[in-house]
């Protein structure tokens, strides 16, 4: 007899249980993933542990769970950080609503919310509660702060409860919950399985001295959503991100920079590169004279910041002597006269297609969630309507995927 392919192989998921009588289906969860060939570990909260037993859900994982924050063994053994670095993903199954209110508040005050909070993986979560409590105003506002952040909210499903009582609340079935993980972990073939990806995101952190620093209003969606696109669409994808508080994209290799020049070596390391799409708003200056101890306030001493230029990344691969980019997308943010200042830095930056957008603060687009762009190539102007980031991704990659299909 054969089981189900091992797409999982190298995969390391964290299931975080936490109190809900659906626990009792997570041991069918864990099985299910370890015949796909994933390493499982999995945390449960000290009510999770009322309805199904450790030693049950050990006993599939064939690893010891982890249950408590103050635990000097545990501690000793991985520590709740390391923990919460460990997993590619991490599936919160069953997610009751305290547990969501926790995460959307930021609270960590047992393991599972701790390490809720320190993970830069993915975050799946499986709702389960009464329907009163799943339709509840808190509910739902965490639901939506939730899913705003990058947390991926799998059902619930509707239909007949543990008390006498039907309605969305219970969890999905153990087969849903392993498909969304698997289709989260595995790359699917796409248009561009074979090409190589390398996008910047996010803004850049310029030190004034080690506490203070230059930055701007990025948010990263944008670029984040980019590469997350290009993933999809079964590209290799290197995301090389400045300081954001976005999820690191499924399936997508990502460096984590502070500034410019960190930004422009992480770049250049990553090449070649079929396609490079650089989204970054990157300092433009960073200081000159930096402190290497905190600069001192000095009444009526002004200390005098001394600004020197910062690699420009997109005209560098424009330029590239020996590994251009085949197709290389930049981004021109202006407040006034968009397209034509779109279309000068398209050709002094030499690079192929710009996003022009309009970022005045009354379009409310840095750092907001939609985008009104105009897609410059050497053929002409193409403008969009206004529509939400991950929509300009995927008509981006549609784009960019006929260059390479043609
Ligand atoms: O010149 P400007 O900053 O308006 O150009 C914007 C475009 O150039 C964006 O695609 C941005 O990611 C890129 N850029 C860069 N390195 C810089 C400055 C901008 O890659 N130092």
Not at 266 to 271: G, H, I, R, Y
Request: aromatic share 4%.
């Amino acid at each position: 007899m054969t089981g189900p392919a091992p797409d999982l192989a190298g995969k390391r998921v964290l299931i975080v249980l936490t109190g809900g009588i659906a626990c009792y289906k997570v041991p069918e969860v864990i099985r299910r993933l370890k015949e796909r060939g994933a390493f499982v570990r999995a945390l449960m909260t000290e009510a999770a542990t009322r309805f199904v037993t450790p030693l049950t859900v050990g006993a599939v994982s064939s690893d010891r769970v982890y249950t408590e924050l103050w635990s000097r063994d545990e501690e000793a053994e991985v520590g709740h950080i390391r923990l919460a670095r460990d997993g590619d993903l991490v599936l919160v199954a069953p997610a009751t609503a305290h547990t969501l209110a926790k995460m959307a508040h930021g609270l960590a005050d047992d393991l599972a919310s701790t390490v809720l909070l320190a993970t830069r993986a993915p975050i799946l979560a499986a709702p389960a509660m009464n329907p009163a409590m799943w339709q509840h105003p808190a509910t739902q506002a965490n639901l939506r702060t939730l899913r705003d952040r990058g947390v991926t909210i799998i059902g619930p499903a509707s239909g007949a409860m543990a008390e006498p009582e039907t309605g969305p609340g219970r969890m999905v079935e153990p087969a849903d919950l392993v498909t969304a993980v698997t289709d989260r972990l595995v790359p699917r073939p796409g248009p561009l399985t074979g090409r190589t990806a390398i996008v910047t995101s996010g803004p850049t952190h310029e030190p004034i001295d080690p506490v203070r620093f230059i930055a701007n209003r990025s948010s990263g969606k944008q670029g984040h959503a980019i590469a997350e696109a290009l993933a999809r669409a079964g590209a290799s994808v290197t995301l090389v991100t400045g300081p954001v508080i976005l999820p690191d994209p499924p399936g997508v290799a990502c460096l984590h920079v502070e500034t410019a020049e960190q930004m422009c070596a992480a770049v250049e390391a990553a090449l070649p590169a079929d396609i490079a799409v650089c989204a970054a708003a990157v300092a433009d200056w960073r200081v000159a004279n930096a402190g290497t101890s905190k600069i001192k306030k000095v009444s009526g001493d002004l200390p005098i910041l001394e600004l020197t230029e910062n690699p420009d990344i997109l005209a560098g691969l424009g330029r590239h002597p020996t590994a251009r980019p085949t197709l290389l997308v930049g981004f021109a943010a202006e407040t006034d006269r968009v397209i034509e200042h779109a279309q000068a830095k398209r050709l002094k930056k030499r690079c192929d297609w710009i996003l022009a957008n309009d970022v005045s603060p009354e379009t409310g687009t840095f750092g907001g969630e939609h985008n009104r762009v105009h897609l410059i190539t050497a053929d002409g102007v193409e403008s969009w309507p206004q529509i939400s980031k991950s929509a300009v991704a995927s008509r981006l990659v549609a784009a960019i995927q006929a260059v390479f299909t043609a």
